[in-house]
């Protein structure tokens, strides 16, 4: 079972950036997907971006298309999401997650990180 584990979250300033990182504890090339899931207190959790292994492709959440970018070193184990022009609104809980079906909705993430908060406030 792999393990997740982001970081790199905090308090930012609107218009700023910030870098999440997602270290796995294997090689994550036998997963279909990796991909980045955030939740704001009081609403659903959600799918911010994700990065396709196979074909090395990614897909955005249109409320993040063009501001954030979905990458992953492979050497590393690693998924970052560079976030830039961050908004107020896009303060939440932000996690890491790998599956072998798809990465577009909860139901079908195999593992989870435990999560790392971002906060965008002046």
């Known amino acids: 079972e792999v393990q997740l584990v982001e970081s790199g979250g905090g308090l930012v300033q609107p218009g700023g950036p910030l870098r999440l990182s997602c270290a796995a504890s294997?090689?994550?090339?036998?997963?279909?997907?990796m991909a980045w899931f955030r939740q704001a207190p009081g609403k659903e959790r959600e799918a911010v971006a994700a990065?396709?292994?196979?074909?090395?492709?990614?897909r955005y959440d249109s409320s993040v298309k063009g501001r954030f970018t979905i990458s992953q070193d492979t050497a590393k184990n690693t998924l970052y999401l560079q976030m830039n022009s961050l908004k107020p609104e896009d303060t939440a809980m932000y996690y890491c997650?790998?599956?072998?079906?798809?990465?577009?909705?909860?139901?079908?993430?195999?593992?989870w990180g435990q999560g790392t908060q971002v906060t965008v406030s002046s």
């Open positions: 990065f396709y292994v196979g074909t090395s492709s990614s």
């Open positions: 997650a790998a599956s072998n079906i798809g990465c577009s909705v909860v139901p079908s993430i195999n593992y």
């Open positions: 294997e090689y994550t090339h036998s997963y279909i997907c």
